[in-house]
């Protein structure tokens, strides 16, 4: 089965400074690569997602990156602010397999004032 | 309406007692699903039902029971928990056409004693 790597598991930045994580999987099958965010006490929350077609999606300070050959991705986040601060977990799917979604172990964000 | 309801927040039970989550959306879904989240852990999927029907079980103990009564209801019925049960429970629904995206209710908390 599919098998997702998350790092860091934990990342410190000072508010304005860029964070990066880093996701690899191991299926080659997997086309659908979604990241979501999760504060204190709320459930995970879609923040950006890509599909094995595209090498790279933005939405404002978000980007997402897919290198499908060295099959690894990652979020990156700019001009960071304290409301980023969060656990963030990646997932990678196949889009005709609907549910199962393998998710990384997560990495916690701090963003220090 | 962009969400996934999920009753009660906050749930605390004994290890013989009997008592339904309930998840609710109204965006037309027709894949809804369980999981399970421990405290700095990935959501780990429990159930899946696609257009009604139950089409994934993890495997997951016959204390959990779910129900899908219609496309916009899901239900899990839980009995005789054990205290290491007690979790984070994640309800998520997807929309149709083949595409994992998936939309996380706040959850509930559930407390086994």
């Known amino acids: 089965?599919?098998?997702?790597?998350?790092?860091?598991?934990?990342?410190?930045?000072?508010?304005?400074?860029?964070?990066?994580?880093?996701c690899t999987y191991s299926d080659s099958a997997s086309n659908y690569f979604?990241?979501?965010?999760?504060?204190?006490?709320k459930g995970p929350q879609l923040i950006i997602d890509i599909r094995s077609n595209v090498g790279e999606k933005k939405d404002q300070?978000?980007?997402?990156?897919?290198?499908?050959?060295?099959?690894?991705?990652?979020?990156?986040?700019?001009?960071t602010q304290p409301e980023d601060s969060a656990v963030y977990f990646c997932a990678a799917s196949i889009s005709t397999n609907?549910?199962?979604?393998t998710f990384g172990d997560g990495t916690t964000l701090t963003v220090k004032p | 309406d962009t969400e996934v309801t999920q009753t009660p927040k906050h749930l605390v039970m004994g290890m013989?007692?009997?008592?339904?989550?309930?998840?609710?959306?109204?965006?037309?879904?027709?894949?809804?699903?369980?999981y399970k989240q421990k405290a700095k852990k990935p959501p780990e999927l429990m159930f899946v039902y696609s257009y009604e029907k139950l089409s994934i079980n993890e495997s997951v103990p016959s204390r959990f029971s779910p129900e899908c009564p219609n496309s916009s209801l899901l239900n899990l019925h839980?009995?005789?928990l054990?205290?290491?049960d007690s979790a984070?429970?994640?309800?998520?629904?997807?929309?149709?056409?083949?595409?994992?995206i998936q939309y996380f209710g706040a959850g509930t908390r559930l407390s086994v004693l």
């Open chain 1, 98 to 101: 609907a549910g199962k979604s």
């Open chain 2, 78 to 80: 839980l009995h005789a």
């Open chain 2, 82 to 84: 054990q205290p290491e």
């Open chain 1, 61 to 79: 300070r978000i980007a997402v990156t897919l290198n499908k050959t060295a099959k690894h991705f990652s979020l990156h986040i700019t001009e």
């Open chain 1, 34 to 41: 979604p990241w979501y965010k999760q504060e204190l006490g």
């Open chain 2, 16 to 34: 013989t007692n009997k008592k339904s989550l309930k998840c609710e959306q109204h965006m037309g879904h027709r894949a809804m699903y369980w």
């Open chain 1, 1 to 22: 089965g599919e098998n997702v790597e998350q790092h860091p598991s934990t990342l410190s930045v000072q508010e304005g400074d860029s964070a990066v994580i880093k």
């Open chain 2, 88 to 100: 984070l429970y994640l309800c998520a629904s997807s929309p149709p056409g083949g595409i994992n």
